[in-house]
């Protein structure tokens, strides 16, 4: 398994403003994954970050929105930009360990509650 | 398209009462299927992956089950801290990364 941390666990913002997200792993490791959560939904791929490189975003998702750092390999942010209510979610970081027959398993951090007014 | 479904979306319980939770998927090659259970305000908490058609895991109250186009989430004799959301995921082995989530089934056992 993996130990996966974040900050901060729940915030208020006020519309417009911006909020960063940060993920620790208690290992280093290649990737790592930043999902949104929305009320009542399930998970939903945010974008895929390398260290060393820029993040690829899924589709309905953009860098100037939802700018991603992986300074290292234990370590990543994303920032929720600009934001407005709709961006109220649960935001997940989550990364992969190695399982057998070549598969992979995502291990999720706790989560980060935001709400915006 | 890739994708999973799940059913039920909700399902009650009496404390004892065993059933099954379903996840049906649609994937071009399947690397590996994925149960997740998810506390309110939590991240999900992984529970068992399951590689190919045929296998079964088991932990405690919960056996998985996989077959070539579903899984089963059997829940054998509930208790009240069973009660969760469960999420099945799925990822294919033409994106080898990214995970796609099933919409979840909200379980809840009654005493």
């Known amino acids: 398994s993996a130990v996966i941390s974040q900050k901060p666990s729940r915030d208020i913002c006020q519309r417009g403003t911006s909020l960063t997200i940060q993920c620790q792993v208690d290992?280093?490791?290649?990737?790592m994954f930043w999902y949104r959560q929305q009320p009542g939904q399930s998970l939903t791929l945010i974008a895929t970050a390398n260290q060393g490189s820029e993040a690829t975003y899924e589709s309905g998702f953009v860098i100037d929105k939802f700018p991603i750092s992986r300074p290292n390999l234990t370590f990543s942010t994303l920032t929720v930009s600009n934001m407005s209510p709709e961006d109220s979610s649960i935001y997940l970081c989550s990364v992969d360990r190695p399982g057998l027959a070549g598969g992979d398993t995502q291990y999720f951090g706790p989560g980060t509650r935001l709400t915006v007014l | 398209e890739d994708q999973v479904t799940q059913s039920p979306e909700a399902l009650r319980l009496q404390e004892g009462e065993s059933s099954s939770l379903n996840c049906s998927y649609t994937v071009s090659g399947l690397r590996g299927l994925f149960w997740y259970r998810q506390d309110p305000g939590k991240g999900p908490e992984f529970l068992f992956t399951?590689?190919?058609a045929g296998e079964e895991k088991e932990k405690e109250r919960l056996k998985a089950t996989l077959t070539k186009k579903e899984s089963f989430l059997h829940i054998t004799a509930p208790k009240p801290e069973d009660s969760a959301t469960y999420l099945c995921a799925v990822q294919a082995a033409t994106s080898y990364d990214k995970v796609i989530f099933g919409p979840g089934t909200s379980l809840s056992v009654i005493p």
């Open positions: 399951l590689y190919s």
């Open positions: 290992s280093q490791v290649t990737m």
